[in-house]
């Protein structure tokens, strides 16, 4: 995630253009990809692109917007390399750590986010990003040196919004809906897909030298 | 114990900024606390965020006996264990930049003023429910003056502390106080980099009676 720096997030309910979208944003450099359950047959799709993603031996694909530990033990035993959740739900913790798997909780708050990291969390998603702004970040980074946080929600694509996370001190960010534009996934633009996301890591890239 | 819980309260209600500082060499800690003393300042919190702040805080604590009246905290604490031990080597006040209740019951033990973390409304009612007096806002920044006005007709008698992002400046410092914070810490802003390396004394402690002056003007 560190290396990547930037997590795709996406859910779909149809399989081919999850599929799709997965294979475009592998060939824009992706290497580590969160599906979410966000659909009611989110875990068929996300079974089959688990099947799909054999074909990348360097993929790693987990799974987001858990919400509990009975769904973190049903996509874990499944194959999810890691759980991500919008919430901070102890339980969670305690079934990913039983599955030796990563649990990245979702928080707002320093509280929370403490509360995580003594629970196990060694990458924290602050959701919903956009919200609490860069400036979240780099007001509590000096108060609990260590922290491996990852903004989710409002992310942009852009130089700007980009290195103001980083320069806060996020280890990564996600980004779902500014990157898979209601646009893309309608028009089926794959092509643009791939150019998309290999200008954001290009960005990311250049950001963090 | 040096002063009541409810001296501590009132003290830093009065005073209306807390500084807050950190460092690791126990001198220029000193140096500090003195110019801000000079200025003006009568509650003072030093942060633990070094590996020796617990050594340089004992210094310091040695440095306040010549001042009877300044009352010394510490500041970044996260549990219990820590605020027992700062407590022990006689800090005034624990101030924490996150709600932990562990803590709470630590300061209930010592009756010393557990001022808590938080960052929303259920944060807050938790932190009062278990006794927190005092309740500092965090990071302030990200919240802004609009949290604390829209916070405190919903439930009165709140004392807030707003740290993070507090600027030294009358915008800043009249903001805060007119959407109804009882006072405001105040770290980097105050205690810049550029005084810092010259060691400009002379220039904190006009910074501090500036902003101890605009926080006495805008809550006449």
Not at chain 1, 8 to 25: G, I, N, Q, R, T
Not at chain 2, 67 to 90: S, V
Request: proline share 5%; aromatic share 8%.
């Amino acid at each position: 995630m560190r290396s990547s720096g930037m997590i795709p997030v996406f859910y779909h309910a149809d399989v081919e253009v999850a599929k799709a979208v997965l294979d475009a944003s592998y060939k824009g450099g992706v290497r580590v990809f969160e599906f979410t359950n966000r659909g009611e047959n989110a875990f068929q799709v996300f079974t089959q692109l688990l099947k799909h993603a054999q074909g990348y031996p360097d993929l790693i694909l987990g799974i987001g917007t858990i919400m509990n530990a009975d769904t973190t033990l049903k996509f874990s035993e499944a194959g999810a390399h890691f759980i991500v959740s919008p919430i901070l739900k102890a339980e969670m913790a305690t079934a990913c750590h039983k599955e030796n798997n990563l649990w990245i909780p979702g928080c707002a708050t320093l509280t929370e986010i403490v509360t995580a990291k003594d629970l196990g969390a060694k990458v924290i998603k602050i959701f919903p990003g956009s919200v609490l702004g860069p400036g979240f970040v780099s007001a509590i980074m000096p108060v609990v040196p260590g922290l491996q946080l990852m903004p989710t929600g409002g992310v942009e694509p852009t130089e700007a919004n980009l290195s103001a996370w980083f320069k806060a001190g996020v280890v990564c960010v996600g980004m779902g809906s500014q990157l898979f534009t209601k646009e893309i996934i309608e028009t089926k633009n794959w092509a643009r897909l791939v150019q998309s996301v290999a200008e954001a890591l290009a960005i990311i890239k250049k950001i963090r030298k | 114990m040096r002063f009541s819980k409810q001296q501590i309260v009132s003290g830093m209600k009065e005073a209306g900024i807390v500084p807050l500082f950190t460092h690791d060499k126990p001198d220029a800690a000193q140096q500090v606390l003195e110019a801000a003393y000079s200025g003006g300042i009568r509650v003072f919190e030093f942060t633990n965020r070094r590996e020796n702040s617990f050594e340089v805080f004992k210094h310091l604590l040695s440095v306040s006996k010549k001042y009877p009246d300044l009352m010394l905290g510490i500041g970044t604490i996260m549990d219990g264990a820590t605020t027992k031990k700062f407590i022990e080597a006689g800090a005034d006040f624990v101030i924490s930049p996150i709600l932990k209740l562990e803590m709470a019951k630590v300061c209930r033990d010592y009756d010393t003023v557990w001022i808590p973390g938080c960052a929303t409304l259920t944060e807050i009612v938790t932190a009062k429910d278990n006794g927190a007096e005092i309740i500092k806002l965090f990071p302030a920044s990200v919240l802004g003056p609009g949290f604390v006005s829209a916070i405190m007709p919903v439930v009165p008698d709140l004392q807030l502390m707003i740290t993070g992002g507090v600027e030294p400046n009358e915008k800043s410092i009249s903001s805060w106080f007119k959407a109804g914070a009882a006072c405001l810490g105040m770290g980097s802003q105050l205690f810049t980099r550029e005084i810092l390396e010259q060691k400009n004394w002379p220039l904190l402690k006009q910074k501090i009676e500036e902003a101890l002056k605009l926080a006495r003007q805008v809550r006449k």
